[in-house]
Every structure is written in structure tokens, then in C-alpha cells.
């Protein structure tokens, strides 16, 4: 199966500064690579995604980077608010079967 | 679009009592369905996936099981709670460009 590393658990930031999260995954098969924001007590929320034949995407204030060689993609949070504020998860999919999320990264946004 | 109705929000039951979670899909026909659970802090653990009526997949031994007697009716249900079963249970459906959850359903086990 996949094995999906995310780093870092915790990250804090002041607002206005950039957030940057890391998801290593091994298998070379996956080809769609979604972020999830979680706020307390909800759902996750699929952000922003990117698939295999792609580098990189920008949506506004947030970005993901996929690196296939290297198996790596990552989320960037530009220009920080306290919204933003939450537990961000990274999934990549094979398409063969469920996903498997990554351990999660708790983003704290200090005003 | 699609969206997903899970009951209850909250729910606090006695250890050893059944337990019965239902998730309902709209927007979409023949969807994948999962459970996920979620401990206090921590991340998702699949527990079980259907691709269709009838179809259920199991991924952690446990005194959980799932049935899916509609297309768009997924349910969650246990005999006999333990305490190590309380946590965060999400249902969620998946049409290969990411998932959508629902709002979750809250398990205490007392």
C-alpha cells in the first residue's frame, strides 16, 4: 500500500507570513495529488489539487508543487490569515483504490 | 454537486450498546462510499469502502461493519461498543477528483 509521510505536524506562523507543507508518498503509480483543510469539529474540504502532468498550481493564496521524480508534492499558503488556521492533509491517489491521507499538519496562523 | 447527509452530529453511548450511523449522497449515482474514522489529534483511518450496492471492503479487523443496502445509502454499524471506538466518523464519496466528506458524527463511548 501507500505510505504517505507529511511534515511538519505543527506549524506556526504570523500572519502575513508563508506556510509551506511537505507529502512523501512511495508509490510511483500515484497521479492526483489533492491537499485537504480540516477546521475543528468538521469535515476535510479538498483545497487545491494537481495531477501528474502538471508541476505546479495556483489558486489565489495557495499553491501546491508536485515533484514526481523526487515523490514529493507540497502546499504553499502565501500572505497568512488566522482563517487559515486548521489541520491540512495531503492524499495522493492511484485511482486503484481508497486514499490514504497523510498524518496531518496542524497550521497555527498568530495574528 | 454533490452533497452528503450524515447523522447523527453528536452521539454519547454506553459501552456494549449497538451503534447505527447512516450517510446519505446526493448529486451523484453510483459513487464511491467510505468510512473514515478520526481519534481526538490524529489523522484518517479507512475502515471500510463500497464501490456499489452490496460491495463492501473491509480494511481494519475490528467490531465495526458496513452495509450498503442503496446507491447512495451507506451505513456505519456495531453490535457491541467498545471505549476504543469513540472518535470522529466521517463518510465521505469519491469520484476519482477528490473526495467530498460529510459533517461528521462525534462518538463518545462511556
Known amino acids: 500500500g501507500e505510505n504517505v509521510e507529511q511534515h511538519p505536524s505543527t506549524l506556526s506562523v504570523q500572519e502575513g507570513d508563508s506556510a509551506v507543507i511537505k507529502c512523501t508518498y512511495s508509490?510511483?503509480?500515484?497521479?492526483?495529488f489533492p491537499w485537504y483543510k480540516q477546521e475543528l469539529g468538521k469535515g476535510p474540504q479538498l483545497i487545491i489539487d494537481?495531477?501528474?502532468?502538471?508541476g505546479e498550481k495556483k489558486d489565489q493564496r495557495i499553491a501546491v508543487t508536485l515533484n514526481k521524480t523526487a515523490k514529493h508534492f507540497s502546499l504553499h499558503i502565501t500572505e497568512t490569515q488566522p482563517e487559515d488556521s486548521a489541520v491540512y492533509f495531503c492524499?495522493?491517489?492511484?485511482?486503484?483504490?481508497?486514499?490514504?491521507f497523510g498524518s496531518g499538519t496542524r497550521l497555527q496562523v498568530q495574528p | 454537486s454533490q452533497t452528503i447527509h450524515q447523522w447523527p452530529a453528536t452521539l454519547v453511548q454506553p459501552v456494549g450498546s449497538p451503534l447505527s450511523l447512516e450517510c446519505t449522497v446526493e448529486?451523484?449515482?453510483?459513487?464511491?462510499l467510505y468510512w473514515y474514522r478520526q481519534a481526538a489529534g490524529r489523522g484518517l483511518q479507512l475502515l471500510f469502502y463500497?464501490?456499489?450496492?452490496?460491495?463492501i471492503s473491509s480494511e481494519v479487523p475490528q467490531n465495526l461493519s458496513a452495509s450498503r443496502p442503496q446507491d447512495r445509502q451507506f451505513i456505519l454499524s456495531s453490535k457491541k461498543l467498545l471505549l476504543s471506538d469513540s472518535g470522529f466518523y466521517l463518510c465521505?464519496?469519491?469520484?476519482?477528483?477528490?473526495?467530498?466528506f460529510g459533517s461528521g458524527t462525534r462518538l463518545t463511548v462511556v
Open positions: 465521505a464519496q469519491g469520484t476519482g477528483l477528490g473526495y467530498t
Open positions: 463500497s464501490v456499489g450496492i452490496g460491495q
Open positions: 492524499a495522493p491517489d492511484t485511482g486503484r483504490r481508497a486514499l490514504t
Open positions: 494537481i495531477r501528474s502532468n502538471v
Open positions: 508509490d510511483s503509480a500515484s497521479n492526483y
Open positions: 448529486g451523484t449515482s453510483n459513487p464511491n
